[in-house]
């Protein structure tokens, strides 16, 4: 009876261990996403304060910031792969 359990048990940790593996991965996939977003609006804004033109370095960060952390991401998940 035990032998029946046994490879459910070793598919079923073998299973966590994929799910475990697939989470860490996105999750730094996003907080590497994240991070490059924030590095490009706080240059924004250091612009801002050199230029002293409003806000429009911030929005500038921003606008440049995601498609620069897209591929990023995109690289990461490539080099990964």
Request: hydrophobic fraction near 40%; include cysteine; charged fraction near 25%.
């Amino acid at each position: 009876m035990q032998d029946k359990q046994e490879p459910k048990k070793e598919r079923r940790h073998e299973g966590i261990r994929q799910a475990m593996q697939a989470f860490s991965f996105l999750g730094g996939i996003g907080i590497y996403f994240v991070v490059v977003v924030g590095i490009c609006i706080y240059l924004g804004s250091l612009a801002d304060e050199y230029i002293g033109r409003g806000s429009y370095g911030k929005l500038a960060g921003i606008l440049s910031g995601f498609p620069i952390g897209l591929y990023c991401v995109y690289k990461e998940m490539k080099r990964k792969m």
